[in-house]
């Protein structure tokens, strides 16, 4: 059974920084997977942030490329989303999620296993 646990949201205001933390248990962090971030506000559609194949290889949506960073940290299995200069409109629920294979997009239907969410809310 796959987990994964976010943690690192909160509030903060226009200009500042967050580091998301996702959290993967349940199985072995391997090359057959690949991970994303997405974001949802209610009501709305799931959107792809950011994804990181296994190979290391990274896509962003337009709206935070140069301000957001996807990472892992294998030994930990870890998957982080570094957040700088956040605006009001990053403001939403962030997902982990897990996706089968060696390469991710930015669809949610792609992926197999997803977080909780954790909240982040940018203050003007």
């Known amino acids: 059974q796959v987990q994964l646990v976010e943690s690192g949201g909160g509030s903060v205001q226009a200009g500042g920084s967050l580091l998301l933390s996702c959290e993967i248990s349940?199985?072995?962090?391997?090359?057959?997977?690949?991970m994303g971030w997405f974001r949802q506000a209610p009501g709305k559609v799931r959107e792809g942030v950011a994804a990181?194949?296994?190979?290391?290889?990274?896509t962003y949506v337009d709206s935070v490329k140069g301000r957001f960073t996807i990472s892992q940290d294998n030994a930990k299995n870890t998957l982080y989303l570094q957040m700088n200069s956040l605006k009001p409109e990053d403001t939403d629920a962030y997902l982990c999620a897990a996706a089968h294979g060696t390469h991710c997009g930015m669809a949610y239907w792609e992926y197999n296993y997803w977080g909780q969410g954790t909240q982040v809310t940018v203050s003007s």
């Open positions: 349940g199985y072995i962090y391997s090359s057959n997977y690949c």
């Open positions: 990181i194949d296994s190979d290391g290889s990274t």
